[in-house]
């Protein structure tokens, strides 16, 4: 990607409030990265949806305050994405039934790659978009 834009990095509390602030940021960031609507809208779901995820379930039995950041850069061929918290991890149940636990689901139909680590130390989503012209 030629003339690639600053990342984007942000920290946050993990807090309902926090997850438009971070749409409104990547909202701005990702036409600077050339990113077209399409892709945008997918890269929102995509981070919407992990970011989400923090808010909801890695505050969730959390001793000390739970921060969410983000970051999105632009790569030779697209965009890596990441969000990660200092939550914990919990395990989506076996079965989700219809309306709950398909994130990461969603997360994997939306950009090219998604790998999910859990740690003692919070949960991190790397994702990556592949931008072809």
Do not use: C, F
């Amino acid at each position: 990607m030629t003339n690639a834009p600053t990342p984007l990095r942000l920290r946050l509390p993990a807090v309902p409030a926090s997850l438009a602030v971070v749409r409104d940021h990547l909202r701005t960031w990702l036409p600077s990265a050339a990113v077209n609507a399409s892709a945008a809208a997918d890269i929102l779901l995509a981070v919407g949806e992990a970011a989400s995820n923090a808010v909801e379930h890695a505050v969730r039995g959390a001793t000390r305050n739970v921060v969410l950041e983000v970051t999105a850069r632009a790569t030779a061929t697209g965009l890596a994405l990441t969000v990660r918290d200092n939550g914990l991890w919990h395990a989506p149940p076996a079965d989700p039934g219809d309306y709950r636990g398909h994130g990461s689901r969603l997360m994997r139909a939306l950009v090219d790659t998604v790998t999910i680590t859990p740690s003692p130390q919070g949960t991190t989503v790397e994702m990556r978009k592949e931008l072809r012209t």
